[in-house]
């Protein structure tokens, strides 16, 4: 993204999902920090905002991937359904009020977000971007 807040044409918008990853990267930690105080209505509030933040992040990093031409867009496109079901899963889970239940999954999840976001993602956007500046 360029001073002007646009993005860069070069970067083809791989800056701007390194910063909604960042941002994600900051959610998750506040998530896991607020499961380990045990705080149920900051945690609810915070998948509340992982979940709207991940879809939007996913939908810009799809579109992203489209236009390059990812050759793995399917098999990553699955495992953004199979993410946002699971937010969704721990979202009713909290809103019922089964804490228990809801620790190991809210762990699971930062886990597995945290991992697609620093391997999945990284390697998609370089290689998306690498397509698109040879294009």
């Known amino acids: 993204m360029t001073q ?23 959610l998750i930690g506040e998530l896991a920090e607020s499961m380990e105080r045990r705080r149920p209505a ?3 509030g915070l998948v509340d905002r992982i979940a709207g933040t991940t879809a939007a992040h996913f939908a810009n990093e799809e579109v ?40 190991p999954m809210a762990r699971d999840l930062v886990s597995s977000l945290s991992s697609h976001i620093s391997s999945t993602d990284r390697v998609a956007v ?3 971007a690498a397509a698109a500046a040879s294009a």
């Open 4 to 26: 002007s807040g646009r993005t860069d044409e070069r970067q083809g918008g791989s800056g701007e999902l390194e910063q909604e990853h960042q941002i994600l990267v900051g």
């Open 42 to 44: 900051v945690t609810i």
């Open 64 to 103: 992203f991937m489209r236009r390059s031409s990812y050759e793995q867009l399917t098999p990553h496109l699955e495992e953004h359904r199979s993410l946002l079901l699971r937010i969704d899963e721990l979202r009713g889970v909290l809103r019922v009020g089964e804490q228990e239940r809801a620790v």
């Open 126 to 128: 370089e290689r998306a």
